[in-house]
């Protein structure tokens, strides 16, 4: 896998909702599905849209008077990076650490730990 660099929270922003069509889309669909949030205004947009081609996020294409994006990085390979950097950098590679810290925090519950155990379980093949 080739180098992915850190993205800025606006940039990811615009690459979650890529993601999430999971379909080839265009600028105002973008633009449509981000102000779900909160208004955008196009031209920022645009901008931030032509940084994420400039990085090799995205690919583009003009068909008529619009234009349509798609994803060259896949979510679960961005995913995988900034996960490792995290863990490394925050939680010196300690799983254990980790999950206390979110249970302490009461970011996750006794749900969310039987299901991280039920998805150990799965992989290791037993308990």
Same mark, same amino acid.
């Given at each position: 896998?080739?180098?992915?660099?850190?993205?800025?929270?606006?940039? +990811?922003?615009?690459?979650?909702?890529?993601?999430?069509?999971?379909? *080839?889309?265009? *600028? /105002? #669909? &973008?633009?449509?599905?981000? !102000? !779900?949030?909160?208004?955008?205004?196009? $031209?920022?947009?645009? *901008?931030? +849209?032509?940084?994420?081609?400039?990085?090799?996020?995205?690919? /583009?294409?003009? #068909?008529?008077?619009?234009?349509?994006? $798609?994803?060259?990085?896949?979510?679960?390979?961005?995913?995988? &990076?900034?996960?490792? @950097?995290?863990?490394?950098?925050?939680?010196?590679?300690?799983?254990?650490?980790?999950? @206390?810290? +979110?249970?302490?925090?009461? $970011?996750?519950?006794?749900?969310? +730990?039987? #299901?991280?155990?039920?998805?150990?379980?799965?992989?290791t093949g037993g308990e």
């Amino acid at each position: 896998m080739k180098d992915i660099m850190r993205l800025p929270d606006t940039e +990811l922003e615009i690459m979650k909702v890529i993601w999430a069509s999971g379909k *080839t889309i265009s *600028t /105002s #669909e &973008v633009k449509e599905l981000l !102000e !779900e949030n909160r208004p955008w205004n196009v $031209s920022a947009l645009q *901008t931030l +849209l032509n940084r994420l081609i400039d990085r090799g996020f995205l690919d /583009s294409y003009k #068909e008529g008077k619009n234009r349509f994006y $798609s994803p060259l990085i896949q979510e679960k390979d961005y995913l995988a &990076v900034e996960n490792k @950097a995290f863990f490394e950098k925050v939680n010196d590679c300690s799983v254990t650490k980790l999950f @206390a810290s +979110l249970y302490d925090s009461k $970011s996750i519950s006794e749900a969310d +730990l039987d #299901e991280l155990a039920a998805f150990i379980r799965s992989k290791t093949g037993g308990e």
